[in-house]
């Protein structure tokens, strides 16, 4: 979920800049590159995405795995931000 975020971030900061994406995993930080001007509720999404996805590539962070209920409610919340970010394009 996190990658698919990030590369549609990405592809809105090089539309928006008409350069590179900075080379960052932060996605409240590419959505700030970008302008975007995203509800309060996508941007707290996408903070708690980031928080998954340090956790996966850092095991010592202390974030709990989600339960399969809120893991499934994240996965829909997230498809609606990416399906956003792609008619934005």
Known sequence: MHLALEKAL???V???TGDLAPRTHN???L?????LALPAAYVELLA???EFVL???YPDTTTPAPSPGDAE???RRTE???QWLIREL
């Not at 959505?31 to 302008?35: H, L, T, V």
């Open 27 to 29: 996605l409240v930080r």
């Open 10 to 12: 990405k592809a809105h």
């Open 73 to 75: 409610v994240h996965r």
């Open 80 to 82: 609606e931000i990416f």
């Open 55 to 57: 956790s996966g590539r």
């Open 14 to 16: 090089c539309r928006h």
């Open 31 to 35: 959505a700030e590159a970008a302008r």
């Open 48 to 50: 708690e995405t980031n």
